[in-house]
């Protein structure tokens, strides 16, 4: 039995593949990726999201029936953790959130025609979308307190609410809002998640809320990088933009964020571990009292206990994988 996740030969050829394209390819765009416009972006991205398409890694972390590879999550969190070493790498991959845990949902509970409309041309690329669920009014570590309400009215929801923290919110075509359709239930049975075009009437997209160094200044379109505070006033939607059934919201609500929340921790521990190289290498480059850097007790010692860091939570993030 392999105890360290090692994968088998065709999939690490792939890893491999992954590792040398985002180090020839991407990493290199990062240095004029505030510089271009969203246009010139597409054109110099097209010709590499074509190359990951003929190797099979585009928008891989659907099942095979619903248009991915099905990977399953612990080849999707060992190829996160390589994208991850690159804020730019996810889009190129189509796998950027939160479009990649959108997509998911959307395949786990969208009927066909929410999936032709929605999920497709997110899976192509062509549509960009958020996740609406954290208020600022209620404590998003406890849905069950969610207080943005819908309420059916013959063929329409009617949404009244405030939100924060939708990422992507401010770029996207569409946000998935978890609401509440039922408030005299538990909020398990009484919650749902409803597709809300951002043009319609009385959604409004207050603000970036800035957080860690986002929202960049002069954001481009392709930047998917705010998390917007959002107000639903009086929005009507098609009742037929209710993703399952009324009450579903939870059960869905945990089957897009437990895939989706492994996807993150890998990317979060690939940028880690770039962080890490770089120490290395100033350690390695500065000399400073008799010494480099990298012979000094104290830095090595950082170092150390940085690498313990990393290679525990990766082992726990492949572990739940
Ligand atoms: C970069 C970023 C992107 C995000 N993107 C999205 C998004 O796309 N869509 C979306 O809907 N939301 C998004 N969120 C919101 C995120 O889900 C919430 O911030 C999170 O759920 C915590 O909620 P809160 O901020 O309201 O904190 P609270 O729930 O108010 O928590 C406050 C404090 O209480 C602590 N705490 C909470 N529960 C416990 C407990 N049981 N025991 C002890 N301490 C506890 C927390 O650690 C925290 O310090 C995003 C957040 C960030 C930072």
Redesign the pocket.
């Known amino acids: 039995m392999a105890w360290d996740f090692e994968t088998e030969p065709e999939f690490q050829e792939q890893l491999d593949w992954t590792r040398a394209f985002l180090d020839e390819h991407i990493l290199p765009l990062e240095t004029i990726d505030l510089e271009v416009t969203d246009e010139q972006w597409n054109a110099l991205t097209a010709p590499l999201k074509q190359q990951v398409k003929d190797r099979g890694l585009w928008a891989c972390h659907l099942d095979p029936e619903l248009g991915g590879q099905g990977f399953g999550q612990v080849k999707l969190g060992l190829m996160h953790e390589i994208l991850g070493r690159s804020s730019i790498a996810p889009a190129i991959f189509g796998n950027n959130a939160?479009d990649s845990g959108n997509a998911e949902l959307l395949a786990i509970g969208g009927n066909d025609e929410q999936k032709k409309r929605w999920m497709e041309p997110l899976l192509a690329g062509e549509l960009r979308s958020?996740?609406?669920?954290?208020e600022p009014d209620?404590?998003?570590?406890?849905p069950t307190l969610l207080e943005t309400r819908a309420v059916r009215d013959g063929d329409t929801w009617v949404i009244n609410g405030h939100?924060w923290?939708?990422?992507?919110g401010s770029g996207a075509d569409f946000l998935i809002a978890?609401v509440v359709t039922n408030p005299d239930v538990h909020p398990y049975q009484g919650s749902s998640m409803i597709v809300v075009p951002t043009d319609t009437p009385g959604l409004e997209i207050v603000r970036d809320v800035p957080?860690?160094h986002?929202p960049y200044p002069g954001q481009f379109a392709r930047h998917p990088m705010g998390?917007s505070e959002v107000i639903y006033r009086d929005v009507r939607v098609p009742a037929e933009n209710l993703i399952g059934n009324p009450g579903d919201g939870f059960v869905l609500a945990q089957k897009r964020l437990g895939p989706g929340r492994i996807h993150h921790a890998m990317r979060w521990i690939g940028q880690s571990q770039r962080a890490l190289d770089m120490m290395c290498e100033r350690a390695l480059s500065r000399y400073a009292h008799g010494s480099l850097l990298a012979e000094k007790q104290m830095v090595q010692d950082f170092i150390a206990e940085t690498r313990i860091d990393i290679a525990s939570a990766r082992l726990l993030c492949l572990h739940a994988a």
């Open positions: 939160p958020g996740f609406s669920m954290t209620t404590a998003g570590s406890d939100k923290f939708t990422s992507g978890m957080n860690m986002h998390h």
